[in-house]
């Protein structure tokens, strides 16, 4: 079941406490609402016509300046729990902003097309100055909600409203990556192994997929199988070897001292980096 977010929910969200907020649909019906949770107050009759009878020069347009979700950094999401990320917006306006949000979706259109809102409790704000203000909150994706192809970049997006209830935003500030989140174990037997003998490191490399909400082997990736000698502070590389169609992982090496063995990898662009705990070998 996948959400689908559309403008007007958006931009709904952050209106006036006394307009409706519309529901953004799914392909199955279901609906989904914005709601920030802040209201902007209208200027009165007597104030509008203050600022209409001393306008001298044509006031600049309200713009969404800056959005960022999660610092910057990738989100990674698992196969079950929802992930919450905090994100940052700021807005300007000649009378200034009222509040302004964040949201992230993909594809090619925002209109009818995969995406998160903003946790309306979650948002507080905050005036930089008189024209200015910058909004604090969080958003929380769902993998239920989401397919594996979605491990790709998001785009970040912002609707604001000024403190007359003008409403603007745009679709597109900035970028975020999202990710599968990725596991990987180690086995290094027998154990215990005589010194100068053949040991056999297993291992796995799976991620979260997210048409089934299981893990799946991770295949054709690159890890580096690394040691540990005992004392030691870091791992040394040993090895470089690829996963199997399944993702499973196997390495031979003779025996030489003490240790903790285990594999590391990388990560790719839809999957995060990720190392195995270790695994201690008793040499004879």
């Known amino acids: 079941m996948r959400i689908r977010a559309t403008v007007a929910a958006v931009s709904g969200a952050l209106a006036l406490s006394a307009l409706a907020v519309p529901a953004a649909q799914a392909d199955d019906g279901r609906s989904w609402t914005l709601d920030p949770g802040f209201s902007v107050s209208q200027p009165s009759k007597g104030e509008k016509s203050k600022q209409a009878f001393g306008a001298t020069a044509k006031a600049a347009a309200p713009k969404v300046t800056s959005a960022v979700v999660n610092g910057g950094k990738p989100i990674v999401v698992g196969t079950k729990s929802k992930q919450t990320v905090p994100f940052t917006a700021t807005a300007t306006a000649?009378?200034?902003?009222?509040?302004?949000?964040?949201?992230?979706?993909?594809?090619?259109?925002?209109?009818?097309?995969?995406?998160?809102?903003?946790?309306?409790?979650?948002?507080?704000?905050?005036?930089?100055?008189?024209?200015?203000?910058?909004?604090?909150?969080?958003?929380?994706?769902?993998?239920?909600?989401?397919?594996?192809?979605?491990?790709?970049?998001?785009?970040?997006?912002?609707?604001?409203?000024?403190?007359?209830?003008?409403?603007?935003?745009?679709?597109?500030?900035?970028?975020?990556?999202?990710?599968?989140?990725?596991?990987?174990?180690?086995?290094?037997s027998p154990e215990p192994v005589k010194k100068g003998k053949t040991i056999t490191v297993t291992g796995k490399l799976t991620r979260a997929n997210w048409d089934t909400g299981t893990y799946k082997g991770y295949s054709k990736q690159s890890v580096k199988l690394q040691f540990k000698k005992k004392g030691a502070k870091s791992y040394s590389t040993v090895k470089t070897v690829k996963t199997s169609s399944t993702g499973t992982l196997k390495s031979t090496v003779k025996a030489s001292a003490d240790g903790t063995w285990r594999y590391s990898f990388a990560g790719t662009p839809s999957t995060p980096a990720v190392s195995a705990k270790g695994d201690f070998l008793d040499v004879k």
């Open 94 to 188: 000649d009378a200034g902003v009222g509040g302004v949000a964040a949201y992230i979706w993909i594809k090619n259109d925002v209109v009818g097309d995969m995406g998160f809102g903003p946790n309306g409790k979650s948002i507080t704000c905050k005036a930089v100055n008189a024209t200015t203000t910058t909004c604090k909150g969080t958003i929380t994706l769902d993998p239920r909600d989401m397919v594996s192809s979605d491990a790709t970049w998001w785009r970040i997006g912002a609707e604001a409203v000024t403190e007359e209830g003008q409403e603007f935003g745009s679709d597109a500030v900035s970028k975020v990556r999202v990710q599968r989140f990725s596991k990987l174990t180690v086995n290094a």
